[in-house]
């Protein structure tokens, strides 16, 4: 699926406009054109090298997996990687969508396979008010939805903090399916921070005044976007160290019970050995046994032993064993 927004001179926007239409005005130069392909098929895809003539390393970096955000600067145009949450996946495990950009002078591509929030946000905003974001320049529209592709990250931190918070609850109830989550929710903690860290290095780049396209007086919005993304890094890593404790606290729990059935099994082994051993003496049947033909002598043995496992609870109890 393509959708296309043409910002022309006298600040009249048009949708959806033909791939002839697009080539004419891409010679032009005049208009701020943004095209965004939405799992696009294989015949969408040849406005990639048809009507942008983007370098065909580029455009196989848009239709394959790429897990790290990169930046590539071909000259006439800048390829980005960036990544986004998955929000459809918030129930199962976290992934994130690719999302590719090339960015000119006169015109934005994005690329994904999937529906993205930030962009279908950005849509929205400059189907509203165009002027707002595609009046001031190409750049600023990267800037856009690379700012709501980072707002998004927010959720999904707010979504881990509430997991967290319930986990450290269920630690202390004997469930289960309480280790699975713990490691899930650190999973999840792992893969956000394998692409937030990247992706704000990769906006600093843009940051730094020295790659074309990026005018001076915008650079100050994409160090906002850098900021917040080093805050959610900040807390990501947070959220590791308490998803870490947690999972510490739980195997020291679960240590500690296993000390106590041990400790109780202990105890009754202790008990039942000298029992044993007096049961297994006269349980070889001699002949000549001095308690053989003792009429009293099985209570007598019998007695022993329960005095004898009395005398060792009492001893363990003052010993404080148990």
């Known amino acids: 699926m393509i959708h296309s927004f043409v910002l022309y001179e006298k600040n009249q926007l048009s949708t959806d406009i033909s791939f002839d239409e697009l080539k004419k005005l891409l010679h032009e130069r005049k208009q701020l ?56 996946s918030q129930e199962k495990e976290l992934s994130t969508l690719e999302l590719s950009l090339f960015l000119s002078g006169n015109y934005v591509v994005t690329y994904h396979a999937r529906p993205i929030r930030s962009v279908i946000q950005t849509k929205e905003r400059c189907q509203k008010n165009p002027l707002q974001i595609m009046g001031k320049g190409s750049d600023f529209l990267v800037y856009t939805i690379l700012d709501s592709l980072a707002d998004n990250f927010i959720p999904t931190l707010n979504a881990l903090d509430h997991r967290i918070d319930e986990v450290e609850k269920e630690i202390f109830v004997d469930a289960p399916a309480v280790l699975n989550k713990i490691i899930t929710i650190r999973n999840d903690i792992i893969n956000l921070r394998k692409v937030i860290r990247p992706q704000r290095n990769t906006i600093n780049l843009l940051t730094r005044g020295n790659l074309p396209f ?14 917040q993304l080093y805050r959610i890094s900040e807390q990501s890593d947070g959220y590791r160290d308490m998803i870490s404790g947690v999972l510490d606290t739980y195997l020291s729990l679960t240590s500690n019970k296993m000390n106590q059935i041990m400790k109780t099994l202990t105890i009754v082994m202790t ?52």
């Open 33 to 88: 054109i943004w095209v965004d392909l939405e799992q696009p098929t294989e015949e969408e895809v040849a406005i990639l090298s048809d009507v942008f003539n983007f370098h065909p390393l580029a455009i196989e970096d848009c239709t394959n997996i790429s897990y790290y955000p990169k930046i590539d600067n071909f000259e006439d145009y800048l390829f980005m990687v960036m990544h986004a949450v998955d929000f459809a």
């Open 214 to 227: 990026i005018h001076k007086n915008n650079l100050i919005y994409f160090r906002d976007i850098y900021d």
């Open 271 to 322: 008990i039942m050995l000298p029992l044993t051993l007096i049961t297994g003496i006269y349980g070889m049947n001699f002949e000549f046994m001095p308690e053989l033909h003792t009429p009293w002598g099985y209570f007598a043995v019998l007695g022993a032993m329960v005095a004898i496992a009395i005398a060792l609870i009492f001893y363990m109890k003052r010993k404080k064993w148990f």
